[in-house]
């Protein structure tokens, strides 16, 4: 029986993803703003945790599960309990939506929802306890991620200062170029990117450490605080600058999750935690901002993206 984790089907960097899921996206997020459903530090502080904790689905999917059932601790589509778990629905179960490309959603259910089948074998530890705290270490997402940054044209330098200095991300000046890599075998093939952005990292911090920057730093790029060469990529929202607070929050909300769901100890933490404490309510932020630059950070550590595509004219 295979028990490795199921595959998000909305694992997609936004490049390419049908007009309809990214209205649905943007309409989820609206929802959010009408109804200060996680305005309150408690409910918020409660989503984070959560989406930090279901590992096995991507953060936005796993805010959406949250949504509608908050206690829920394994989720997979019908066909998929029965193929690989030999369990069934249990008549009258309420469906979990979630989203998927060209779908726009699909229908997942809760493990409590479920019944065994008389050749069901025993439930996988991740099905029984999905929470259980982990030890995390950086592997390749350190290097994988800065070689998927330069596809947007993010230049990344690692350099030596003192122990209170991270790192920091801006616009790069002059006309320099990278070579992001098309395909690798059987023949190299390279497109030529525009250094858009220069981001600096501590080589003095641990691997940990000089990580949890990265995501950070892009964390700010992708939520769209610095701007955006196409807003098809993402969003253009550099009229926040003005309320540092909201993009500190909304950075170091994705900074959290991305690290987290690796078992990562990362100081945004300590950051939300102290802001949450302060404060009653959260900033304004995007819900749809902070999980959509983590599901597309998260990705960047696992594979090769590919290059993006111009808008067409």
Known sequence: ?????PKDPFLDDGADVELDVATARRGLDELFSLTHQYKTAESYNSLLKFVANFRFYAPFNAMLVHIQMPGARYVCSPSRWLDEFRRQIKPGARPLVILQPMGPVMFVFDVADTLPLPDAPPLP?????????????VDKQLEKTMGNAERDGVSVTIQHAGSQSAGQIGNARGGRFLDYPVRLNPKPEFVEVLVRYELLLNGNHSREAQYATLVHELAHLYCGHIGSPNPQWWP???????????CEFEAESVCYLVCRRLGIDNPSDEYLAGYLKEHTEVPPISLEAVMVAANLIEKMGRERLKPRKESKK
């Open 125 to 137: 530890k991740e099905v029984e306890n999905p929470f259980e705290v982990r030890a995390g270490k």
């Open 1 to 5: 029986m295979k028990t490795e984790n």
């Open 236 to 246: 253009d929202r550099r009229h926040l600058n003005r309320d540092t607070d909201l």
